[in-house]
């Protein structure tokens, strides 16, 4: 009997042995991540991502997206589909702790955790996952990943993460004292051939003590790329000056029309911008409550009713209010400034004070780079969309009846009354055209801007600035303008700043108005007499 | 009758006519009741902010009433609304004080709207509790400021930054006008005094509203990549953060490689945009919706039943008037009377419960302790504080940063006075 329970004793014994042996750094690590302490949290991904276990990625993956979770010095992964993993063994665990916390995490742990999935997914069979992953050692320098770094190089196929990973490796080479001269000054002319600002920054901070030839090296290669930087930094101002120019445009075309065609002087014209860009807003809500799968195409669908709902807001306000001042601007302007005042504080009585969220469809975020310019999504949409409002709007001037006697009844209102065009019609419309016109630009600055309703006030200005710096009356001149006032801002800013540019750039235009009260592109002939 | 004239002094007050029933029944008995002026804009720019403190306050006049008011007296709230029209704000103060008989004013967002209220407080010897955080350099007999003076918020998170995210180059980004001009003067010189050279700092200001922010995140990205750590100290105010931080987000400036720490941003703020691309950025305050403390929980549900929504967050400035609406009514009591003379002596040394689970002081310059809180922004809108002070900091009236001011203390308990010179021994700078 005793030597059997011995023998069970011994038996019991080895097996614990055994699974200790079994506990490797993986599971060693996990429990601190249960003390709630930045330090041990990354001193655990440290020591998890290193471990080859099969299970170190989904739970870097699970603690960067906050699925990874603690309760009583127990670690779990929460699966994207809501399973609970226990993170030890990889099993689905029962019935969920009571006291589940997410393990938290901070900008040192988020760098980290970049770091590490860097590192894990260096051979991932997919290759967005390897661009990315080729990034982060780019950024970490971790001299750890080099051995996987030289492995995937050597395996990588597509020519731009190939690209990217040789670029990592140069990073990590170029900081390693231990290097010999000549691999660095490879990775030197590797990051050269990179040529973008994060190069320039690690060939600006080569370590203490490199070899004279190595930090010769860097420092021309640096300054070769500064030098190249300049000139697509130019391009990349008259970028911004077009983005600009862009979001001026779409705030006055409206305008153009209400002020340039009707010389109505619209205050309200602003809150027609708001009033669109609120539509989107609700259009954004219905969608998100019964239709989610469509919110990729809110824009589009709160484009006709933006339109519609500015639109005929401005016709309501043209045959109330508008169409007894016609020809008395000063009282034109009281009453659509008092106006603008009840449209905004009607929005914030309905809506409430604080800025609303709009979403931004997912094909409008981020950049495209081309060479060292960068492009954002939103900002390139919104130029074409610009673009394509200017066009569609000079063809319906030129093309279509109602452009014929908005044309007409601008040039001689009584002729054309002659010639039976019912004139009192087409200034209802006509100010609801451009009403609606504002409304779309609304759709458009809600992707930029906030939505509040002080939303309008901060374009009204800039958009009468540009209808009377483009002339009075002529869409080109308004896109012109727009194009000048958004250009010239954005070369002034680098050198004046914001503020000081923007008076430069107003006195400037104040000067021009002196010398050609009609701004570039003037009515000429007995029209503007009339 | 009395109806009548309940209704009408209502319509002075547009937003008053929203007031609940106790505000009423005090309208009607009017002699028994003790006014409390509100003095925040309900339209123009400012209203996006300073529209939640007036509903805070009514809501903290309700609470006080449903205890049995103050002295035995019902609480009467009387709402004005100064339309972000800085000369109005002076306006609508003598307004609450003359006409009105106000016995303290809870109110005012910007400094020029406090700097343009203060010569009538001063002359009408009334009472104003300012609460938001702002520029210091100014301590006054008549204003208590319950908001974080430079050295409870500024001073803190540039530590934060420098010792834990290891920043070495720094980019002071803010708005024009007073209170990002003082507070960037002030971290540059702490700056520099902690050894950070001139290159390394970058100033830019913006005017009010600024929308076009592609070119100035893209100076900040191109200064960031000198191989030294980076981060953006904002004072940008108001309706200009939105297109900040959405331009950050399009052009990928995440906040693992160069974080924003924000002094006027907050839970309010970030209700306006996605804030998933935001994640890691940062806020200092002294107040987070997200902390859990007893006061906290009972003040967010009570906020969310007020406002009969469930989706109003609290904020910092919030929590400043509920700290100075319980430090007035305490010393009020102390007092037994709301003659301004008598409360100005007695609220200095009072302490109420705050709502991160400590206690704040009224110091003798006016300004009171707090604790001072770091938060990263997370997916949902709200703040994970990341980092705290041990206790809680005493506000400084005056810089011990800045020239001018460095030797200045204001006291106004022994030496009755908001600009001793401690050189001079003089009173008056």
């Given at each position: 009997m005793i030597s059997l329970r011995n023998i069970l004793q011994a038996f019991v014994l080895l097996l614990g042995m055994a699974t200790c042996a079994y506990a490797g750094p993986y599971e060693d690590a996990?429990?601190?991540?249960?003390?709630?302490?930045y330090s041990d949290t990354e001193a655990a991904l440290g020591a998890v991502a290193g471990s080859?276990?099969?299970?170190s990625l989904s739970v870097v993956e699970a603690l960067r997206d906050g699925r990874l979770l603690a309760a009583n010095g127990q670690i779990f992964i929460r699966e994207p589909s809501g399973n609970l993993l226990n993170?030890?063994?990889?099993q689905a665990f029962g019935p969920a702790p009571q006291n589940l916390k997410a393990v938290r995490i901070n900008n040192r742990v988020r760098r980290a955790v970049e770091a590490a999935m860097g590192g894990l997914t260096l051979?991932?069979?997919d290759a967005g996952a390897r661009m990315d992953a080729a990034r982060a050692v780019f950024r970490s320098?971790?001299?750890?990943?080099l051995p996987t770094l030289q492995q995937a190089i050597a395996k990588e196929t597509h020519a731009d993460v190939k690209q990217a990973l040789e670029s990592a490796r140069a990073a990590i080479l170029l900081n390693?004292?231990?290097?010999?001269p000549t691999d660095r000054l490879a990775a030197i002319a590797s990051l050269r051939s990179r040529g973008d600002q994060e190069a320039v920054a690690l060939l600006s901070t080569l370590?203490?003590?490199?070899?004279p030839e190595v930090a010769e090296a860097a420092s021309q290669a640096a300054a070769a790329i500064r030098s190249r930087l300049e000139l697509w930094n130019a391009a990349q101002n008259v970028w911004y000056g077009i983005s600009l120019g862009s979001v001026l445009l779409l705030a006055a075309i409206g305008l153009a029309i209400t002020?340039?065609?009707?010389g109505v002087i619209n205050m309200a014209h602003g809150e027609m911008v708001m009033i669109g860009a609120y539509t989107t807003f609700v259009v954004q809500e219905l969608i998100r409550a019964?239709?989610?799968?469509?919110f990729g195409a809110s824009l589009f669908i709160a484009l006709p009713l933006a339109f519609l709902v500015a639109g005929s807001i401005g016709v309501l306000i043209e045959r109330t209010v508008i169409r007894f001042l016609y020809g008395r601007p000063l009282e034109t302007l009281l009453a659509t400034w008092g106006l603008s005042l009840i449209l905004q504080q009607t929005v914030r009585t309905i809506f409430g004070p604080t800025n609303r969220e709009v979403g931004t469809p997912a094909w409008m975020s981020g950049a495209l780079e081309v060479g060292s310019l960068s492009l954002t999504y939103n900002r390139v949409a919104i130029v074409v969309f610009a673009a394509t409002v200017f066009v569609t709007l000079l063809l319906v001037l030129r093309y279509t009846s109602l452009g014929l006697y908005v044309r007409a009844v601008t040039q001689n209102r009584r002729m054309a009354g002659s010639m039976g065009i019912r004139t009192n019609r087409i200034d209802a419309l006509a100010f609801g055209l451009g009403s609606g016109v504002a409304g779309i630009a609304g759709v458009a600055l809600s992707q930029i801007d906030?939505?509040?309703?002080?939303?309008?006030q901060s374009y009204i200005i800039d958009s009468f600035m540009v209808v009377v710096f483009g002339g009075v009356g002529n869409l080109w001149g308004t896109l012109v303008g727009a194009m000048t006032l958004g250009v010239a801002n954005k070369l002034l800013e680098p050198y004046a700043g914001a503020v000081l540019g923007k008076i430069v750039l107003l006195i400037a235009i104040i000067l021009f108005i002196q010398r050609?009260?009609?701004?570039?592109f003037a009515l000429k002939g007995r029209a503007v007499e009339a | 009758m009395a109806i009548l004239d309940a209704a009408r002094r209502n319509m002075k007050a547009?937003?008053?006519?929203?007031?609940?029933s106790s505000a009423m029944a005090g309208a009607a008995t009017a002699q028994e009741t003790i006014k409390v002026g509100v003095l925040h804009s309900?339209?123009?720019?400012m209203a996006i902010s300073e529209t939640t403190l007036k509903d805070a306050m009514l809501m903290l006049i309700e609470e006080q009433n449903k205890k049995g008011g103050l002295l035995g007296k019902k609480l009467e709230a009387v709402v004005v609304d100064p339309a972000s029209n800085w000369p109005l704000f002076a306006e609508k103060a003598r307004e609450l004080i003359a006409?009105?008989?106000?016995a303290a004013v809870f109110g005012a967002w910007t400094s020029v709207s406090r700097k343009s209220v203060l010569p009538v407080f001063k002359e009408l010897n009334s009472i104003l509790f300012y609460p938001v955080q702002y520029e210091g350099e100014e301590s006054e007999r008549n204003v208590f400021y319950t908001g974080a003076a430079p050295n409870q918020q500024a001073i803190p998170a540039v530590d934060y930054l420098a010792k834990e995210?290891?920043?070495e180059r720094w980019v002071l980004a803010?708005?024009?006008?007073v209170y990002p001009r003082t507070t960037n003067k002030i971290l540059e010189s702490y700056l520099k005094s902690k050894g950070?050279?001139?290159?390394?700092i970058m100033i830019n200001y913006t005017p009010f509203?600024?929308?076009?922010w592609q070119t100035i995140v893209a100076d900040i990205k191109k200064f960031g990549s000198a191989g030294k750590k980076t981060a953006v100290v904002s004072?940008?105010?108001?309706?200009?953060?939105v297109p900040f931080y959405k331009e950050l987000a399009n052009q990928g400036v995440k906040a693992t490689d160069i974080p924003v720490v924000a002094f006027s941003v907050g839970e309010e703020e970030l209700?306006?945009?996605?804030?998933k691309p935001l994640v890691g950025h940062l806020a200092a305050w002294n107040?987070?919706?997200?902390?859990?403390?007893p006061e906290n929980k009972a003040f967010i549900e009570k906020w969310k039943a007020f406002t009969k929504n469930d989706k109003r967050v609290t904020n910092d400035p919030m929590e400043a008037h509920y700290i100075g609406f319980n430090m007035w009514v305490k010393a009020v009591e102390k007092a037994r009377s709301t003659d301004p003379d008598k409360v100005i002596d007695a609220i200095v040394g009072v302490q109420v419960p705050n709502l991160t689970g400590g206690t704040s002081e009224m110091l003798a310059n006016h300004h009171i302790t707090k604790p001072v809180l770091i938060g990263e922004i997370k997916d949902d809108g709200q703040f994970d504080v990341v980092w705290n002070t041990d206790g809680v900091v005493p506000g400084d009236a005056?810089?011990?940063?800045?020239d001018g001011s460095k030797d200045l203390i204001a006291d106004?308990?022994?030496?009755?006075?908001g600009n001793y010179n401690t050189v001079t021994k003089k009173c008056g700078a």
């Amino acid at each position: 009997m005793i030597s059997l329970r011995n023998i069970l004793q011994a038996f019991v014994l080895l097996l614990g042995m055994a699974t200790c042996a079994y506990a490797g750094p993986y599971e060693d690590a996990l429990p601190k991540f249960a003390a709630d302490s930045y330090s041990d949290t990354e001193a655990a991904l440290g020591a998890v991502a290193g471990s080859g276990h099969p299970l170190s990625l989904s739970v870097v993956e699970a603690l960067r997206d906050g699925r990874l979770l603690a309760a009583n010095g127990q670690i779990f992964i929460r699966e994207p589909s809501g399973n609970l993993l226990n993170a030890v063994t990889g099993q689905a665990f029962g019935p969920a702790p009571q006291n589940l916390k997410a393990v938290r995490i901070n900008n040192r742990v988020r760098r980290a955790v970049e770091a590490a999935m860097g590192g894990l997914t260096l051979l991932s069979s997919d290759a967005g996952a390897r661009m990315d992953a080729a990034r982060a050692v780019f950024r970490s320098r971790d001299a750890a990943a080099l051995p996987t770094l030289q492995q995937a190089i050597a395996k990588e196929t597509h020519a731009d993460v190939k690209q990217a990973l040789e670029s990592a490796r140069a990073a990590i080479l170029l900081n390693q004292a231990d290097v010999s001269p000549t691999d660095r000054l490879a990775a030197i002319a590797s990051l050269r051939s990179r040529g973008d600002q994060e190069a320039v920054a690690l060939l600006s901070t080569l370590p203490a003590g490199a070899p004279p030839e190595v930090a010769e090296a860097a420092s021309q290669a640096a300054a070769a790329i500064r030098s190249r930087l300049e000139l697509w930094n130019a391009a990349q101002n008259v970028w911004y000056g077009i983005s600009l120019g862009s979001v001026l445009l779409l705030a006055a075309i409206g305008l153009a029309i209400t002020f340039g065609t009707m010389g109505v002087i619209n205050m309200a014209h602003g809150e027609m911008v708001m009033i669109g860009a609120y539509t989107t807003f609700v259009v954004q809500e219905l969608i998100r409550a019964y239709a989610p799968g469509m919110f990729g195409a809110s824009l589009f669908i709160a484009l006709p009713l933006a339109f519609l709902v500015a639109g005929s807001i401005g016709v309501l306000i043209e045959r109330t209010v508008i169409r007894f001042l016609y020809g008395r601007p000063l009282e034109t302007l009281l009453a659509t400034w008092g106006l603008s005042l009840i449209l905004q504080q009607t929005v914030r009585t309905i809506f409430g004070p604080t800025n609303r969220e709009v979403g931004t469809p997912a094909w409008m975020s981020g950049a495209l780079e081309v060479g060292s310019l960068s492009l954002t999504y939103n900002r390139v949409a919104i130029v074409v969309f610009a673009a394509t409002v200017f066009v569609t709007l000079l063809l319906v001037l030129r093309y279509t009846s109602l452009g014929l006697y908005v044309r007409a009844v601008t040039q001689n209102r009584r002729m054309a009354g002659s010639m039976g065009i019912r004139t009192n019609r087409i200034d209802a419309l006509a100010f609801g055209l451009g009403s609606g016109v504002a409304g779309i630009a609304g759709v458009a600055l809600s992707q930029i801007d906030n939505v509040s309703p002080n939303l309008g006030q901060s374009y009204i200005i800039d958009s009468f600035m540009v209808v009377v710096f483009g002339g009075v009356g002529n869409l080109w001149g308004t896109l012109v303008g727009a194009m000048t006032l958004g250009v010239a801002n954005k070369l002034l800013e680098p050198y004046a700043g914001a503020v000081l540019g923007k008076i430069v750039l107003l006195i400037a235009i104040i000067l021009f108005i002196q010398r050609r009260p009609r701004g570039l592109f003037a009515l000429k002939g007995r029209a503007v007499e009339a | 009758m009395a109806i009548l004239d309940a209704a009408r002094r209502n319509m002075k007050a547009l937003a008053a006519a929203a007031l609940v029933s106790s505000a009423m029944a005090g309208a009607a008995t009017a002699q028994e009741t003790i006014k409390v002026g509100v003095l925040h804009s309900l339209s123009g720019t400012m209203a996006i902010s300073e529209t939640t403190l007036k509903d805070a306050m009514l809501m903290l006049i309700e609470e006080q009433n449903k205890k049995g008011g103050l002295l035995g007296k019902k609480l009467e709230a009387v709402v004005v609304d100064p339309a972000s029209n800085w000369p109005l704000f002076a306006e609508k103060a003598r307004e609450l004080i003359a006409q009105e008989k106000v016995a303290a004013v809870f109110g005012a967002w910007t400094s020029v709207s406090r700097k343009s209220v203060l010569p009538v407080f001063k002359e009408l010897n009334s009472i104003l509790f300012y609460p938001v955080q702002y520029e210091g350099e100014e301590s006054e007999r008549n204003v208590f400021y319950t908001g974080a003076a430079p050295n409870q918020q500024a001073i803190p998170a540039v530590d934060y930054l420098a010792k834990e995210e290891k920043v070495e180059r720094w980019v002071l980004a803010g708005t024009d006008y007073v209170y990002p001009r003082t507070t960037n003067k002030i971290l540059e010189s702490y700056l520099k005094s902690k050894g950070v050279k001139s290159e390394d700092i970058m100033i830019n200001y913006t005017p009010f509203g600024h929308s076009d922010w592609q070119t100035i995140v893209a100076d900040i990205k191109k200064f960031g990549s000198a191989g030294k750590k980076t981060a953006v100290v904002s004072t940008i105010n108001g309706d200009a953060n939105v297109p900040f931080y959405k331009e950050l987000a399009n052009q990928g400036v995440k906040a693992t490689d160069i974080p924003v720490v924000a002094f006027s941003v907050g839970e309010e703020e970030l209700a306006g945009i996605d804030t998933k691309p935001l994640v890691g950025h940062l806020a200092a305050w002294n107040y987070f919706q997200s902390v859990e403390s007893p006061e906290n929980k009972a003040f967010i549900e009570k906020w969310k039943a007020f406002t009969k929504n469930d989706k109003r967050v609290t904020n910092d400035p919030m929590e400043a008037h509920y700290i100075g609406f319980n430090m007035w009514v305490k010393a009020v009591e102390k007092a037994r009377s709301t003659d301004p003379d008598k409360v100005i002596d007695a609220i200095v040394g009072v302490q109420v419960p705050n709502l991160t689970g400590g206690t704040s002081e009224m110091l003798a310059n006016h300004h009171i302790t707090k604790p001072v809180l770091i938060g990263e922004i997370k997916d949902d809108g709200q703040f994970d504080v990341v980092w705290n002070t041990d206790g809680v900091v005493p506000g400084d009236a005056w810089s011990k940063f800045l020239d001018g001011s460095k030797d200045l203390i204001a006291d106004w308990k022994t030496l009755k006075c908001g600009n001793y010179n401690t050189v001079t021994k003089k009173c008056g700078a």
